[in-house]
């Protein structure tokens, strides 16, 4: 039998619908925030919800309209519980809540850490478990072991890979988001000119630090005022994705597993995909890595994990409420 679940998206800066028939994606429509986020350098929770509240009315029709879906055929509707910001998901649960009430279908609420890793049995349909995912966004970084459930392997102890993307942009007056700012400066650096430091590698845990990346590139700024930006940018991108693919393929060999994942925003970042893929190969793993446009933020991924647990018999009750701290 086949289902049709909607997905909704609402945890950060962007407002995303998307309808699903079983695991094909019928629309995904995603209206971003950034630019107006932009102004501030970073995201300011209150205007998110606010912004939210006024998107999420037009960007459900706007998925249904390009789905060509009526809501009464809809089997489900999936939504972002958490982690995220609170009032950014409090504005998806409370209209999921009233598509549930009022088209009588169950709600399932969604780890929008699993959506991220869902994203790859999206783009990947051979893809099965076990495997080991790399999700790097803006406010994660995990190794996490897929195989009966979820096995978090480690984690950043303080900045995620994608929030210091976004402070060194900051710093070198690159603009915000980050990530993509500092991947398009870098491609006219070198990445050997500076040799900034990289946290815990050789730890032999599956564990992050960044902050202190962050901070040393700070101090190199301040102290050499003159610098190539692109040098810096291309050397700090570096020093993160030598970190991110170290640890990722070490864990891979520590648990023998030979199917790594990469998902989250900052795995659009060309040159993180270009050396996992280069390095994977030659270790003899298969990486799976979404298209961009499934790495950031997005509700099909929701309504993928949606599906899964719809099937389980996994859904909820209207009372549920937000978990802005929601883990594995
Ligand atoms: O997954 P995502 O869209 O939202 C969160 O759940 O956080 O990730 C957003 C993060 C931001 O920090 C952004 O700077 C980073 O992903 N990002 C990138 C790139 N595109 C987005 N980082 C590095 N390179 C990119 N091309
Ligand atoms: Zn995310």
Redesign the pocket.
């Known amino acids: 039998m086949s289902r049709v679940v909607l997905g909704i998206e609402t945890?950060?800066?962007?407002t995303s619908v998307a309808v699903l028939k079983d695991d094909k994606i019928l629309s995904n429509i995603v209206s971003s925030q950034v630019e107006i986020h932009a102004r501030f350098g970073g995201i300011v929770p209150e205007i998110a919800s606010r912004n939210h509240l006024k998107n999420l009315p037009i960007v459900y029709r706007k998925a249904l309209e390009t789905a060509e879906v009526d809501p009464h055929d809809l089997d489900a509707v999936a939504v972002t519980q958490g982690p995220?910001l609170v009032g950014a998901l409090l504005v998806g649960l409370s209209f999921a809540k009233g598509l549930s009430l009022s088209l009588d279908i169950p709600m399932v609420p969604v780890n929008?850490l699993q959506g991220?890793i869902y994203a790859a049995y999206l783009s990947h349909r051979d893809l099965t478990p076990p495997f080991i995912a790399l999700?790097?966004?803006?406010?994660?970084t995990e190794i996490v072991l897929v195989r009966d459930g979820f096995k978090v392997l480690g984690k950043t102890l303080d900045d995620?890979?994608?929030?210091?993307?976004?402070k060194v942009?900051r710093v070198l007056g690159l603009g915000?988001?980050?990530?993509?700012?500092?991947?398009k400066a870098a491609l006219e650096g070198s990445d050997s000119k500076y040799d900034f430091p990289r946290a815990l590698l050789s730890d032999g845990n599956f564990n992050f630090s960044f902050s202190g990346l962050k901070t040393s590139v700070m101090y190199f700024i301040k102290k050499n005022p003159s610098c190539s930006i692109s040098d810096v940018a291309a050397s700090f991108?570096k020093a993160?994705v030598d970190v991110l693919v170290e640890k990722t393929l070490l864990a891979a060999e520590k648990y023998g597993i030979d199917r790594v994942v990469i998902?989250?925003?900052?795995?659009?970042?060309?040159?993180?995909r270009r050396e996992m893929s280069d390095k994977a190969i030659s270790k003899g793993l298969k990486l799976y890595v979404p298209p961009?446009n499934l790495?950031?933020?997005?509700a099909a991924m929701i309504a993928r994990v949606g599906l899964e647990k719809l099937s389980e018999g996994n859904t909820a009750s209207l009372e549920i409420n937000a978990e802005p701290g929601l883990q594995f």
């Open positions: 945890s950060c800066d962007e995220g929008h991220h999700i790097v966004s803006g406010g994660h995620a890979a994608g929030e210091a993307f976004d942009a915000y988001p980050g990530g993509p700012a500092i991947e991108q993160v998902s989250g925003g900052v795995a659009a970042n060309t040159c993180l961009k790495c950031t933020d997005n």
